[in-house]
């Protein structure tokens, strides 16, 4: 069955600190790639996602994620986080052949002003 | 354009009630999905749509129906609420089924006593 790990439950940075947060995947087929994120008190919006192409992904905000095929990862970075990426970040895997959307279990983010 | 839009944004429950979670979307989306959303487990998908009258099963289905009569709707109905099912609930459109962003509403806060 498709599953979603996300290494990090949660994560505490200083302001200016580099941010990786992993996600892994099991999926044998092809897949589209997202990562989701869930500021306090607002609804999840899209950050950034891989469909096809270049695996290194560029999103909003500075972040950007690479594909890493041979294993089945999709780790989010950012090399200086700010006070205001305090939120819930989540990796979504979407299986080509079903459509169906499956997250991971989250990774709060706190960055410390 | 107010994308999806989800009432009511709280509700408390007894055991046994039923009620239905509405879900609007007014983006012309053919695919719809109810998620739960819980501390620890990330988002998991309840039901899904990919177009009025065809619906599926996601990861959670069971104590959950759902319809799809209009390109705009999917209300999710509770049908004997439990504890277990409280949660935040979250409805979703997108525009397309493979590669395509999710919008997501602003969620409902489900308490079950």
């Known amino acids: 069955a498709q599953s979603v790990s996300q290494h990090n439950h949660h994560v505490i940075l200083s302001e200016a600190a580099s941010l990786e947060l992993g996600c892994n995947y099991s999926?044998?087929?092809?897949?589209?790639l997202f990562w989701y994120v869930q500021y306090p008190g607002q609804h999840l919006q899209l950050l950034l996602k891989?469909?096809?192409?270049?695996?290194l992904v560029k999103g909003i905000k500075g972040f950007e994620a690479e594909f890493i095929k041979s294993k089945f990862s999709f780790n989010l970075r950012k090399p200086s986080v700010q006070w205001s990426d305090t939120a819930e970040y989540f990796c979504?895997?979407?299986?080509?052949?079903?459509?169906?959307?499956?997250f991971g279990q989250g990774t709060t983010l706190q960055v410390k002003p | 354009n107010a994308g999806v839009t989800q009432t009511p944004k709280f509700q408390v429950l007894k055991t046994g009630q039923s009620m239905t979670l509405q879900c609007a979307q007014d983006?012309?989306?053919?695919?719809m999905s109810w998620y739960r959303q819980d501390p620890g487990m990330g988002l998991r998908l309840i039901h899904y749509s990919v177009g009025a009258g065809i619906t599926d099963q996601g990861e959670v289905p069971n104590g959950y129906n759902v319809s799809r009569s209009t390109t705009e709707d999917f209300p999710l109905r509770l049908l004997s609420a439990a504890p277990s099912q409280t949660s935040v609930y979250f409805c979703?459109?997108?525009?397309?089924?493979?590669?395509?962003?999710?919008?997501f509403g602003p969620g409902t806060r489900l308490t079950v006593l």
């Open positions: 983006m012309n989306h053919e695919y």
């Open positions: 979504a895997v979407e299986s080509s052949n079903t459509g169906k959307l499956i």
């Open positions: 979703a459109s997108t525009n397309s089924d493979r590669g395509d962003t999710q919008y």
């Open positions: 999926y044998g087929g092809t897949v589209n």
């Open positions: 891989y469909f096809s192409g270049d695996p």
